[in-house]
């Protein structure tokens, strides 16, 4: 049996491409329009997560860090759903 390898992430990385969604699925309409980024972690991984807290222009290369953002908000009690996202990096 092969035991998983745990493995800690910074949660910073580099913006390595992006897109503008225009055309969102099912769900998410009220959020568009929104950045969607390839985020290379530091670690070297690549992960694919929306992009917050921009104030100007994005640029590949760009420093992010992961935050914990609302996703969405489900059903007739209005669950909210959170996950990653990637701001840049405020701290350097």
Do not use: C, H, W
């Not at 959170?82 to 990096?89: A, C, E, H, M």
């Amino acid at each position: 049996m092969v035991t998983p390898e745990r493995v800690r992430f910074s949660g910073r990385g580099v913006v390595e491409s992006f897109t503008v969604v225009m055309e969102p699925p099912a769900g998410f309409e009220d959020q568009a329009p929104y950045l969607i980024a390839l985020v290379r972690l530091d670690e070297g991984p690549i992960v694919t997560a929306q992009l917050t807290d921009i104030d100007g222009v994005v640029s590949i290369g760009d420093r992010v860090e992961m935050v914990t953002r609302k996703l969405s908000t489900e059903g007739e009690r209005g669950v909210i759903i959170y996950g990653y996202k990637f701001r840049p990096v405020l701290n350097v």
